[in-house]
C-alpha cells in the first residue's frame, strides 16, 4: 500500500531565516505531488504541484519554492523566512487526475 | 473562474441525529470530479466521499451520503447517525476535467460539532 510521510510536524523558526520541509511517498512510482498552506483553520490554498522529476508548476507568487530531485520526494524550501509564511503546509499525492489526494499528515509551521 | 463555495462556516448537531453539510460550485464545464474531505482536530486530511459528475447516482459511503445537483451545481454531504468522532472541519473540493494533473480547489470549510 501507497504511505506519504512528510516531516517535521512542527517548526518555529524566525523572521530571515530558510526552511526546508521535506515529503516521501512510498508504494508507488511516479506520482503527482502538490504542496499545500492552510492558514487560520480555513480553506486549502495550492502552493506548487508536480507531474514529474524536475517538474514544478507555482500556483501563486510568494516567498517559497519547491523541488523534486527524486521521484517520490517532494521538497519546499525558502531562502528567507517571513511572519507571513506561518501556517498548515500540508503535502499530497495522487496516482492521476482520476485519483483522489491522499495527504500526509501536516507540518505546522511558526515564524516569530 | 472555478470556485467553491461552502456558506455554513459553523454547524452543530446532536449526537446520533443527521446533518447535511451544504457545497455549491462554479463551473462550465462539463465532467468532473467532486468531493468531501474532513479534517478532525488532529488536522490529517481525509477523504471522506467522492462524486463522478457523469455518475447520476449519488455516491454514498457508510454513513456518509451526498446529494449531487448537477444543474444546480449542488454538492451536499449528509451524515447520519452522527457519533462524537465525525467533529471535524469538512471541505467541498472540485476537480475540473481541464486538469491533467489533478489539482483539486477547496471550500473554505465548515466546521461541525457533534454534541453528545
Known amino acids: 500500500s501507497q504511505t506519504i510521510h512528510q516531516w517535521p510536524a512542527t517548526l518555529v523558526q524566525p523572521v530571515g531565516s530558510p526552511l526546508s520541509l521535506e515529503c516521501t511517498v512510498e508504494?508507488?512510482?511516479?506520482?503527482?505531488l502538490y504542496w499545500y498552506r492552510q492558514a487560520a483553520g480555513r480553506g486549502l490554498q495550492l502552493l506548487f504541484y508536480?507531474?514529474?522529476?524536475?517538474?514544478i508548476s507555482s500556483e501563486v507568487p510568494q516567498n517559497l519554492s519547491a523541488s523534486r530531485p527524486q521521484d517520490r520526494q517532494f521538497i519546499l524550501s525558502s531562502k528567507k523566512l517571513l511572519l507571513s509564511d506561518s501556517g498548515f503546509y500540508l503535502c499530497?499525492?495522487?496516482?492521476?487526475?482520476?485519483?483522489?489526494?491522499?495527504f500526509g499528515n501536516g507540518t505546522r509551521l511558526t515564524v516569530t | 473562474a472555478q470556485t467553491v463555495t461552502q456558506s455554513q462556516p459553523e454547524m452543530s448537531v446532536q449526537e446520533a441525529e443527521t446533518v447535511t453539510l451544504s457545497c455549491t460550485y462554479d463551473?462550465?464545464?462539463?465532467?468532473?470530479?467532486l468531493f468531501w474531505y474532513k479534517q478532525p482536530p488532529s488536522r490529517q486530511m481525509i477523504l471522506v466521499i467522492r462524486?463522478?459528475?457523469?455518475?447520476?447516482q449519488n455516491a454514498t459511503e457508510n454513513r456518509f451520503s451526498v446529494n449531487f445537483q448537477k444543474a444546480a451545481k449542488s454538492f451536499s454531504l449528509k451524515i447520519s447517525d452522527s457519533q462524537l468522532g465525525d467533529t471535524a472541519m469538512y471541505f467541498c473540493?472540485?476537480?475540473?476535467?481541464?486538469?491533467?494533473?489533478?489539482?483539486?480547489?477547496f471550500g473554505q470549510g465548515t466546521t461541525l460539532q457533534v454534541k453528545p
Open positions: 499530497a499525492w495522487t496516482r492521476d487526475r482520476a485519483s483522489p489526494l491522499h
Open positions: 508504494g508507488t512510482s511516479n506520482p503527482n
Open positions: 508536480s507531474v514529474g522529476i524536475g517538474q
Open positions: 463551473t462550465s464545464e462539463n465532467n468532473y470530479y
Open positions: 462524486q463522478e459528475a457523469y455518475k447520476q
Open positions: 473540493a472540485f476537480m475540473p476535467p481541464s486538469s491533467n494533473t489533478g489539482k483539486l480547489i
